[in-house]
């Protein structure tokens, strides 16, 4: 056992303070600008520790280690006022202010910067594919070959300014964190209280509280009244809690169980306080969360990316290898129309209209995405939305509604009852569980009732429009649904004589109420443990007081009480007592609050809780089908977050009602796991699917531990403690509605809906857009393929000069490199989702893009496409053709140049037809397109013959561009001066018979192919 260790802080004006703190191991960080240090001296067994830490946490240049401060939470009011050299009473003396100031620095956050509009240009550049091109551009303008160059250098540009307008929204966090903060605050200086800027306060500032107001800086609170907090955007928790100032003895508890803090940001929903500042700006709970998203790092590149970036350099090698061999076939005695040759060849290697396919994929998908709700705010977190494994999501406002609804209560002799309506909806009513008939309006009843309408300070108004204590509301809507809300009772005459607040002591709050005919009559409510000890009878079903000791209805009660807990609802236990007075004014004076709580009689128990989501089972369970884990983090309690599991699918419908080993570790509470290592994490069989009271340090860990499986997550939240995690997961989705600036600033997509069933939605668009990528990669690329192999095959064809005669011109070859096949690639961008597509598991993190399916198909079907056109010219040559290839036919028209221009007109069709066929095949890479309908299960006659790739998912944008680039390849075929000066040959007239029966032949070939591939690969 450690000896007690003393903690000493040190002040610029020469002061220290000396207090005992918990044993902690040794730090040591540097700061030659620090003014405050702590030192602590350690006894072990090792003998005596001296530690040193020095912190300047403001102004801080670079990220560093974050030390700890002090537990104030675990310290008692004196020592908290020694270690701050302030004072309960007077606060911090003016005069000490500025020196305070000086050391930490203003009550601010400090910002990342923006987004630099030229600098994110200029990113869209910094591409290998890019580069290649840009390359490709230069050389074809160095040997003037303007075209060429022209089209490549308009389809780079037009890439950069799709993927510019889409990210031009600059992050700006710090500025949303910024205005988060109150802009004044009231606090007490040399025993004086003035308002202050917010920015101004400094540690050790004595600040007066009141509701509505937004806490400036985190503190230790020193008076409470009736102090409720909501901390929900902080630590997720939807009910405000209850804050005293009494010494907490564990060091270790939760952010939300620290009921003696309150934090900067956090705002009061009712009563005040006073509360000394321990913390300011970075140093803060919401500036630790600051400092993690401005320390975070968004280079890393997705499998998509880095798919893309090996292609390029694959395809870079693979021109230059091209380029040599021509050389080489040529013995590098080059001429003009070599060199052009052998660019041309090498520029056909390289896919021209893939980068702008894909931005225009990515942003189409961006498009489909907002009409479904879902607004996406970086395109490459597209393709990570398809390949999720694990949904990391926050309970409150996200699987949940975000508002407290009474849902069961249960009344002595009359049981339990369940009450409909979600929301502040009005409409509604309550029906007795074990009868399944509506409850009985008795007097007890009744009774119940006007407890719930009348012992309240809440509003709620028939729009739903609400104000006050979520508790309070939800009991008020419930009185509202049985038709006996507040303003329907003031009708009737009932009015408040006088109104005994909460108190967080004894868990209770009572109001003194007139009835309409002139009697007084108390009512009550709050923790069953301290109400029923103020009890000495309970109501039952006849509207009967039955008396009974205090055992006696603990007996009775708490097994009801723990029934609703279980169910993850917060109990809250309700009493009335009729009061007896002759006097004719009754005020708040009139009788002691003691008085007026006791011999109680006791009414009924009220379950409240926030329920979840109509569709977030529907959507948790789809999730289940696609292969996707969800995981619940939330501040929330254990027994309520896993209550919402278990509705909502995340946990087996049994959980918790059997033990079951294989069970164990499915929850957490975040005190637990925060404790294990990244090795005993690692360990365990699986991640826990529900973890309560996170801190965000908690989620995010958690979302490292899913990177270190290999796993790709997407993280869901809404509020402040939700950022650092939706920074740091693959995919961050933040709250439209309910989310905070600083969610959706930190995240990759927002909901514009708040509704989780939109994130399946989501994944299924990101799942479309990814498989759609895959169908014109492989469409693209095989084209590339093709002509790199006639282009290079076909240099064995020679004039009668013994010069390459090319089966293709450059022109011919641009055009069937990028119109043939860029539009019925954008074709294939859209094609629609695929039912079956939601039913497979995600693909693996380290599966990119190009599979060794891919590969094979690309491979398999450049060579057909390119061996079939091949014969086209050959047979057009040598068959039917004089076998006169010409003289210098490459460079311009000549006399001798008849044959071989149609047969490259020959040519040239026909790998244009193969190419647009192919993109019908690329619709599905694995099942039949070729095959007549019949043999794939279509039944209705007159569709029974029309081939699969007319007969499944419509896709016009597929026919209107296989329509464009017929109508493309006709006039550059017939069109005069454009068919024999441009692109070098001739129309053509009994060869469409050869081209015909060249498509023929490739779709037998591709589906030969497809059918041995079916049986090698499984999906």
Known sequence: MSEPQNTTISFADGGTNTLPTATTNEKKIQNNDSTLTLSTDTESKSGKTSIKDKINPFNRKKPVMRVEGPPYHTMDLDTVCSLLKSDLERGVDD???????????????????????????????????????????????????????????????????????????????????????????????????????????????????????????????????????????????????????ETLPNAEVSLGDRVNMSYSSTTLAKGRGKAMITAIGME????????????????????????????????????????????????????????????????????????????????????????????????????????????????????????????????????????????????????????????????????????????????????????????????????????????????????????????????RMSVLMRTPDGHHVAFGKGATERMLDRCGGILNADNEVEYMNVSDMQALILPQVEALARCGLRVLTLVYRPVKTDKDVVDQETFARDFIERDMIFLGLAGIYDPPREESKVAVERCHRAGITVHMLTGDHIATATAIAREVSILPADYGLDKDPEKDGLVMSAQKFDKLSEEQIDALPELPLVIGRCSPETKVKVIEALYRRRKISAMTGDGVNDSPSLKEADVGIAMGETGSDVAKQASDIILVDDNFSTIVHAIEEGRRVFANISRFCVHLITANVALAFLLIVGLAFRDSTGKAAFALSPLQILFANCLTTTPPALGLGLEPVNPLQMQVPPRKRSHGLFRASNLCDIFIYGVIVGGIGLCNFAVSMYAWGDNDFGIDCSKNYNETCSTVYRARGALFTSICCMLLMHSFTCRDLRNPQWLPSFFCGERRWYLAWVPKAFNQRQNWYLYYAFAFTIALLIITLYVPVLNEVVFKQHGIGWEWGMVAASCLVYTIIVEIYKFFKRMVVPY
């Open 95 to 245: 005069d000490q202010v500025e020196a305070r100031r000086a050391e930490c620095g203003f009550n601010e956050l400090q910002g990342s910067g923006g987004v630099n509009p030229i600098q994110l240009f200029i990113k869209q550049f910094v591409n290998l594919l890019v580069m290649i091109l840009l390359i490709a551009t230069i050389v074809s303008f160095v040997y003037r070959d303007w075209i060429e160059g022209g089209v490549i250098c308009f389809i780079m540009f037009l890439n950069a300014f799709v993927g510019f307008m889409q990210e031009f929204k600059a992050e700006k966090t710090m500025e949303s964190l910024r205005k988060m903060a109150s802009p004044t605050s009231t606090v007490i200086r040399s025993g004086k209280e003035q308002s202050v800027p917010t920015r101004e306060l400094v540690v050790g500032d004595v600040i007066i509280l009141k509701s509505g107001d937004v806490v400036g800086a985190d503190c230790r609170i020193i008076e409470a009244s009736n102090m409720d907090v909501d901390e929900a955007l902080l630590t997720g928790e939807s009910v405000p809690v209850n804050k005293n100032p």
């Open 284 to 507: 803060t709970e919401i500036g630790r969360i600051a400092q993690r998203l401005m320390d975070s790092d968004d280079a890393s590149k997705t499998p998509l990316q880095r798919s893309i970036d090996r292609l390029a350099m694959f395809l870079f090698v693979f021109a230059v290898i091209v380029v040599i061999v021509i050389f080489a076939i040529s013995k590098f005695q080059l001429d003009d129309q070599d060199i052009l040759y052998a660019i041309t060849t090498a520029i056909a290697a390289v896919p021209e209209g893939l980068l702008a396919v894909l931005t225009l994929t990515q942003a189409f998908g961006v498009h489909a995405m907002a009409k479904a709700n879902a607004l996406v705010r970086r395109l490459v977190s597209l393709e990570l939305l398809g390949s999720v494994t694990n949904i990391c999501s926050d309970k409150t406002g996200t699987l949940t509604q975000s508002k407290m609804v009474m849902t069961r209560f249960w009344r002595p002799g009359a049981g339990f009852h369940s009450v409909s309506g979600l929301g502040f909806t009005t409409e509604g009513e309550a029906t007795a569980e074990e009868t399944n008939t509506p409850v009985e309006m008795t007097d007890a009843m009744k009774q119940f009732i006007h407890c719930a309408a009348l012992c309240n300070m809440s509003d709620v108004q028939e729009n739903e429009q609400v104000s006050g204590d979520p508790t309070e509301i939800a009991l008020q809507v419930f009185a509202h649904k049985m038709k006996m809300g507040k303003p329907a009772l003031n009708e009737k005459n009932w009015s408040m004589a006088a109104e005994y607040p909460f108190d967080s002591t004894i868990k």
